[in-house]
């Protein structure tokens, strides 16, 4: 069942997402050669436990950290811990918050100082991949639509797209339905409607779709060891059109696609 929001409860889910994004810049802040990812997840958790808000991912089904910390071909799940970010790393940073009892949900992938233009592409192409997908959140389209344009745009520019981990709905649960495949045929699926809210996350790779999980039974990577992306928004549908609940901004949304959702887009 697909739980629509009223507009003060997509509020609510919106200052959620303000400390979600408030922890994300000052991640990138922090995100250098020689920072571990336990000092990460550290710094993440004081600053969403000052904001009188809860690390939505502690504890989850046991997870132990505050945040996910997923370098390089680690795609998603990525346990905080002693591993040190290295020069020409990726690091994905998965970022849940719960204020008052409502969770916003979102992700980055950074680049660790300079990295290979392989990198530099796959993150590039991601996030355009995920703002393709916003750009179909509107009302009267269908699930299909947002999926089938995060794969058109991914694989138009030379990606593979996870196709076992998806997007889902968010509200007072970090997982509520639907789930949202990052591939998919326009034209099908769910019809959007003003009050849903989604996590809109593709998750792709420089090399293969297939994926294995490790020994911890929480980190998934690419079984080809190929570097991997993952870019996440909490976006809600509404009748002006997507919104998103935890925007970051870019200085460089030069092209159309882009440039016209950011604009289009309510930033809180």
């Known amino acids: 069942m697909i739980i629509r929001k009223s507009p003060a409860e997509i509020d609510a889910i919106g200052a959620a997402g303000e400390i979600l994004v408030r922890t994300l810049r000052l991640l990138e802040r922090q995100v250098r050669p020689g920072v571990s990812?336990?000092?990460?997840?550290?710094?993440?958790?004081?600053?969403?436990?000052s904001q009188g808000a809860i690390p939505t991912f502690k504890g989850y089904r046991g997870f132990p950290g505050s945040i996910c910390a997923s370098p390089n071909s680690m795609i998603v799940h990525g346990i905080p811990g002693p591993y040190r970010l290295e020069r020409g790393d990726v690091i994905s940073l998965d970022v849940g918050v719960t204020?008052?009892?409502w969770v916003?949900?979102?992700?980055?992938?950074?680049?660790?100082?300079?990295?290979?233009?392989?990198?530099s592409h796959l993150l590039e192409a991601t996030e355009r991949s995920l703002f393709r997908g916003v750009e179909q959140c509107v009302t009267g389209n269908r699930l299909g639509d947002v999926s089938h344009a995060i794969q058109a745009s991914a694989e138009g520019d030379g990606l593979a797209?996870?196709?076992?981990l998806v997007g889902h709905g968010v509200g007072r649960s970090m997982h509520e339905d639907p789930q949202i495949p990052n591939f998919g045929e326009p034209g099908k699926g769910p019809r959007l409607q003003e009050g849903m809210v989604l996590a809109i996350e593709p998750m792709t790779t420089t090399g293969t779709i297939?994926?294995?999980?490790?020994?911890?039974?929480?980190a998934i990577y690419s079984t080809d060891r190929s570097l991997a992306a993952h870019f996440e928004f909490t976006v809600a549908i509404t009748l002006d059109g997507p919104r998103i609940l935890t925007p970051?901004?870019?200085?460089?949304?030069?092209?159309?696609?882009?440039?016209?959702?950011v604009g289009r887009a309510r930033a809180i």
Request: hydrophobic share 40%; proline share 3%.
């Open 37 to 49: 990812t336990a000092e990460l997840d550290q710094a993440a958790e004081r600053y969403i436990r």
């Open 161 to 164: 797209v996870v196709r076992s």
């Open 104 to 119: 916003a949900d979102a992700a980055r992938t950074l680049p660790v100082g300079p990295v290979s233009a392989l990198a």
């Open 248 to 261: 970051w901004h870019r200085d460089d949304a030069a092209d159309g696609g882009l440039a016209s959702i």
């Open 210 to 218: 297939d994926v294995q999980t490790g020994e911890d039974g929480w």
């Open 99 to 101: 204020l008052d009892g």
